[in-house]
């Protein structure tokens, strides 16, 4: 295949499949990449997207709170946030004191907030709803993740999603391909065993299973992804835009979101990220630690979006926040709170009309001491996959019908 | 397919990964007294017994897995513990949620015991496992808030599998296990009938004034059970792809009306349609790792304590450790083991294990010529055939035998079996 034909595959299918990377037909570098970017479709391509995971089950009163209403103070009245300490939003509802970024970037209209969001039937368990969340499907969770599944459908190639966790998030895993996990250091290999050795084992072999083929092809993939961590690396450097400071002084968050930006920056063909932060899971004294959670989730997502805002790229760019479900109503004996249900999810950037959108909870009429879901978190996936990817939805999440009003 | 094949087909697929000497003697005996010695061992079992769990919580389940791995590495009676693994994936219960290393050596000891019997005495015994019924909330299932988390599962995941039951069925028969109590601390389960619903159920068509015994004699009677058992088997032991009518019905028909475990698990070794699924699972990463160190002559036991704690988060980086299953739907299958981020890992646990290969190991690879040694390599990892980039790939390392092991156990010809 020539430059320019493997240039318009790649616009049009969103790069190559995994059965070409298996094939070793192509073996991209961050400069086949950076190419293709000048050629995409501007305005009409697709957007990217950045989906911020909080692991634990975030308290979602205490992070967009409904400060006005009583039932809220009379639940959890030692862990509450009165009027004159939340950032107003409205009338009734303020952010949590310690996220003044996203106070700027809502009163900036760019901040959206999606009320009591969930599922039917919530499951109070971590991982459980943490799978329910990934996959989609509240009824039983998949083998397959939402993302994944929209990655089978542009081709598969590991690069379109990645993940700089240090393992695979069910998110990115699909039928037939899964995301790139780079870890937040690149690809690490033992000493003795180098790329240029580990990826003899990734060229194609005649006569051999699918399922063997598909473990090779890991290796193809992982010379790629190599290539391209590299690449991004350098194409940072050379263009003065590195801005990780390296004192440890940032979140794990912050780090990931740094190499996001990197990467967005750099052109680069990926379309979806996933990044995370965790210790959510806070049952006993939780006001202070919590407040630094969400502090942190501040700061490192609006130094995000200030700095790829710069760029044409950056502005298609959709951060969306959420977490496996919010807390508790009510406060438990030990000042924290324990397993809820649905909570608020953020929404940030790209073409999200900032503001507060659903409907907010209903404090008195609970779901077995839940806030119940007033917008199914289908609706916001399918609304992303439309918007920012723009997918087929309904393949993506069995026909799903439901769409976010007035958010895109 | 020549005998030696497929009697190491059918040892990779039956234990937790055939040394050499293994199949050497599985070729001997043949196939039909290979799978008899595998379904019905001839000696009794002389792996190591659990560890006293006394001390931290964290500690007592981290010698609890680790225990256990020694014990898949090290016992002869390798097709009865895979079992055991099968029926930790079938129900899928995990420390988690649990917390109590205690209640989850009880589960498995309930496997141990009940796992090569009648099936109904299985399910009812599991129906009342402290570990089972906290898992799924039955404790939180009582006649004035049912909560149907344990009925479903129990039709959906362990017994008729999804489609073979409505909504209603589900509310009815949680109705059905309503009472129970579990003490996470001592793990004694109780039935309050204060909390029972002693009332008329309907469930699956029958209706009676039914309790937890009398709901699981109904989901034993229905033929979904029995072929639902053969589908799961099928799927773990022989191939991602359905199983075929033929097996199934042979299957079901071993099991009958006795409900025989044993005979299932059996006529699935025994299956004409078993030798042809090579090539159509892969190994899962616990299967990888014990095979490898069965092959390489390593015992988990032996370790240092740093060593074995890097096993299992290596395990554990690759999302599959014992006792915690991702969730009731057990551990994933095929092509999601294969990922870039999974390679990673399994690399550095290749490397790892490569270096801690015993001497006697290294000397009987090296004492071959360079030129030939790659078939030793095969030999050791009972590797039928490398492909032609693979045995390149392997050649091009050759002269240094340690590496030569650890790219043969990452080799897609290993991965998948």
């Known amino acids: 295949m020539d430059a320019v034909t493997r240039r318009k595959f790649l616009i049009a299918s969103g790069v190559t499949g995994a059965g070409a990377l298996a094939l070793g037909a192509t073996s991209f570098s961050i400069q086949d990449i950076l190419e293709t970017a000048g050629e995409a479709p501007g305005a009409d391509g697709p957007g990217t997207l950045v989906m911020v995971t909080l692991y634990g089950g975030n308290d979602g009163l205490n992070t967009v709170i409904p400060f006005a209403d009583k039932a809220y103070q009379a639940a959890r009245p030692e862990l509450s946030y009165g009027a004159d300490e939340v950032l107003k939003l409205s009338e009734t509802i303020g952010l949590?004191?310690?996220?003044?970024?996203?106070?700027?970037?809502?009163?900036?209209?760019?901040?959206?907030?999606?009320?009591?969001?969930?599922?039917?039937?919530?499951?109070?368990?971590?991982?459980?709803?943490?799978?329910?969340?990934?996959?989609?499907?509240?009824?039983?969770?998949?083998?397959?993740?939402?993302?994944?599944?929209?990655?089978?459908?542009?081709?598969?190639?590991?690069?379109?999603?990645?993940?700089?966790?240090?393992?695979?998030?069910?998110?990115?895993?699909?039928?037939?391909?899964?995301?790139?996990?780079?870890g937040r250091n690149g690809v690490k290999l033992p000493k003795t065993l180098n790329i240029k050795t580990v990826s003899a084992l990734g060229e194609p072999a005649a006569g051999e299973s699918s399922l063997q083929a598909r473990a090779a092809s890991c290796f193809a993939d992982l010379r790629n992804v190599d290539t391209f961590i590299q690449g991004v690396n350098d194409s940072a450097k050379v263009t003065g835009q590195a801005r990780a400071t390296g004192t440890g002084g940032q979140s794990a968050l912050a780090n990931q979101l740094n190499l996001v930006a990197q990467c967005i920056e750099a052109k680069v063909a990926t379309r979806a990220f996933s990044v995370s932060l965790g210790g959510f899971d806070t049952h006993a004294d939780e006001k202070a630690p919590h407040s630094a959670l969400v502090g942190m989730l501040d700061r490192a997502v609006t130094a995000f979006i200030d700095r790829i805002s710069a760029t044409e790229q950056g502005k298609k760019t959709t951060v969306a926040i959420y977490s496996e479900f919010g807390r508790r109503v009510k406060a438990?004996?030990?000042?924290?709170t324990d397993h809820g249900a649905a909570h608020d999810v953020i929404l940030v950037g790209g073409g999200v009309k900032g503001g507060l959108h659903g409907e907010p909870p209903n404090l008195t009429k609970l779901d077995d001491g839940d806030v119940k879901f007033t917008t199914d978190f289908r609706d916001i996936y399918a609304s992303l996959l439309e918007h920012v990817l723009l997918s087929d939805a309904g393949r993506m999440l069995e026909g799903w019908k439901g769409r976010l009003k007035g958010v895109f | 397919m020549a005998e030696r094949e497929k009697v190491a087909h059918l040892l990779r697929r039956a234990t937790f990964g055939p040394t050499a000497e293994e199949v050497d003697e599985a070729e001997k005996a043949g196939y039909a007294a290979?799978?008899?010695?595998?379904?019905?061992?001839?000696?009794?079992?002389?792996?190591?017994?659990?560890?006293?769990?006394t001390g931290a919580k964290d500690v007592q389940i981290l010698r609890l897995t680790e225990w256990w791995l020694d014990r898949m590495v090290a016992t002869?009676?390798?097709?009865?513990?895979?079992?055991?693994?099968?029926?930790?994936?079938?129900?899928?219960?995990?420390y988690e949620k649990v917390d109590t290393s205690q209640l989850m050596l009880g589960q498995q000891n309930l496997f141990r015991q009940l796992g090569r019997?009648?099936?109904?005495?299985?399910?009812?015994?599991?129906?009342?496992?402290?570990?089972?019924?906290?898992?799924?909330?039955?404790?939180?299932?009582?006649?004035?808030a049912p909560n149907e988390n344990l009925a479903r599962e129990l039709m959906e995941l362990f017994t008729v599998g999804i489609g073979n039951y409505t909504e209603a069925d589900v509310q009815q028969g949680a109705r059905a296990l309503t009472g129970w109590t579990a003490n996470k601390g001592n793990g004694a389960v109780k039935l309050e009938m204060s909390r029972f619903d002693g009332g008329d159920k309907t469930i699956l068509g029958q209706t009676g004034k039914f309790d937890t015994d009398g709901f699981v004699d109904i989901l034993m009677k229905q033929p979904a059970t029995a072929k639902f058992l053969a589908q799961r088997l099928w799927f773990r032991f022989a191939s991602g792809a359905p199983i075929p009518a033929d097996a199934e019905q042979r299957m079901t028909a071993a099991y009958g009306a006795n409900r025989d475990l044993n005979a299932l698990t059996g006529a699935l070794l025994k299956d004409p349609a078993f030798p042809a699924t090579r090539g159509q699972l892969v190994k899962q990463p616990i299967e990888w790792a014990v095979g490898a160190m069965r092959q390489l002559g390593l015992r988990p036991s032996t370790f240092n304590d740093a060593d074995r704690k890097q096993l299992v988060e290596l395990l554990e980086d690759m999302d599959q450790?014992?006792?915690?299953?991702?969730?009731?739907?057990?551990?994933?299958?095929?092509?999601?083991?294969?990922t870039t981020a999974s390679v990673q890992v399994r690399l550095r646990l290749a490397e790892i294990l490569a270096t801690k290969a015993p001497a006697v190991i290294i000397d009987r690879l090296s004492a071959v010529p360079e030129q030939t040694r790659v078939d030793a390599l095969g030999r050791l990892l009972v590797v039928d055939v490398w492909t032609q980039r693979t045995r390149q790939a392997l050649n091009g390392s050759a002269k240094d035998v340690r590496k030569l092991l650890a790219l043969g156990l990452i080799s897609p010809e290993y991965c998948v079996h």
């Open chain 1, 96 to 182: 949590n004191p310690a996220m003044t970024g996203f106070k700027r970037l809502f009163d900036e209209k760019r901040l959206g907030i999606v009320h009591a969001v969930g599922y039917p039937k919530p499951d109070r368990s971590h991982f459980r709803s943490m799978d329910i969340w990934h996959t989609a499907n509240p009824v039983r969770p998949t083998g397959t993740g939402w993302l994944g599944r929209w990655l089978d459908t542009v081709g598969g190639d590991p690069r379109l999603a990645l993940s700089f966790e240090s393992v695979l998030p069910p998110l990115l895993a699909g039928e037939l391909s899964a995301g790139a996990v780079v």
């Open chain 1, 332 to 336: 438990n004996a030990s000042q924290g």
């Open chain 2, 34 to 53: 290979t799978a008899e010695r595998l379904i019905n061992p001839p000696t009794p079992d002389t792996a190591p017994g659990p560890p006293a769990l």
């Open chain 2, 76 to 94: 002869p009676h390798q097709y009865q513990e895979k079992l055991v693994f099968f029926w930790h994936g079938h129900w899928a219960t995990s």
């Open chain 2, 117 to 144: 019997g009648d099936f109904a005495a299985f399910v009812k015994a599991m129906v009342r496992d402290p570990a089972l019924i906290l898992w799924l909330d039955g404790q939180r299932n009582t006649k004035k």
């Open chain 2, 321 to 338: 450790i014992v006792f915690r299953p991702p969730s009731v739907g057990g551990w994933p299958d095929g092509p999601s083991w294969l």
